[in-house]
């Protein structure tokens, strides 16, 4: 069974398409990430939510829009999008310290999404 | 503002070679240091450190944590091709920041 899985994979389409990553996690964990990362391969968080509400929202173009309906999935839609916008997207989960409540800060990583604009 | 430093970007060496990666880092409300390991696909988790001084080892593998100067290094012995990956640091405040990356290519 795939802990954090991502949908689709891969993801080919046009300047100015609305597109949406879809992510479940099956670890119990309470919260989720969104993160991009760049050709450069630098990984930078967009958005997470800590059962089912948005905890941190990086500076982020308002065409992208995390929804979360339960603590087990996090999905992200992609208004209008540019040619910027053009990445591997990775859904992220992780477990609470039991004792503080805060996150362990161990992410438990999807396989990614790779986005291409043309 | 680049809150996570890594150096070396990029580094060559041979199978049997050990390396010594380093990342600085800001302190800011500090929680842990993590380093991460991403091959072809998704980042997988290699340490978590929280005190300074005690090292974490996992096979050829090891990483300690310097509070007071800001940093990590993560080591890895003995060097095998498996081991080429992007090596990626992230400290935790209230969330995981990454620093870029240094990239590491095993030579058999």
């Known amino acids: 069974d795939t802990a954090v899985s991502q949908t689709p994979k891969y993801l080919v389409t046009q300047m100015g398409n609305d597109k949406s990553i879809k992510c479940e996690q099956n670890?119990?964990?309470?919260?989720m990430y969104w993160y991009k990362q760049d050709s450069k391969k630098f990984l930078k968080i967009m958005f997470s939510?800590?059962?089912?509400?948005?905890?941190i929202n990086e500076t982020v173009p308002n065409r992208f829009s995390p929804k979360s309906p339960d603590k087990a999935h996090l999905n992200l839609h992609i208004n209008s999008l540019e040619l910027g916008d053009s990445a591997v997207y990775f859904c992220a989960s992780s477990p609470k310290l039991p004792a503080s409540g805060m996150n362990t800060g161990e992410l438990f990583f999807g396989e990614g999404s790779r986005l291409t604009v043309l | 503002e680049d809150k996570v430093v890594q150096s070396p970007l990029s580094l060559v060496v041979h199978e049997g070679d050990t390396v010594t990666l380093n990342c600085s880092y800001e302190v800011t409300n500090f929680r842990s240091l993590l380093w991460y390991k991403q091959e072809k696909k998704a980042p997988t988790f290699l340490f978590m450190l929280?005190?300074?001084?005690i090292e974490k080892k996992s096979g050829r593998l090891s990483s300690i944590l310097d509070k007071k100067e800001l940093f990590s290094i993560l080591n890895i012995t003995a060097t095998q091709t498996g081991d080429s990956a992007v090596y990626l640091c992230?400290?935790?405040?209230?969330?995981?920041?990454f620093g870029a990356g240094t990239t590491v290519t095993v030579r058999a």
């Open positions: 670890l119990g964990h309470d919260t």
């Open positions: 992230a400290n935790n405040d209230y969330k995981l920041s």
């Open positions: 939510y800590n059962n089912k509400e948005l905890i």
């Open positions: 929280t005190s300074s001084g």
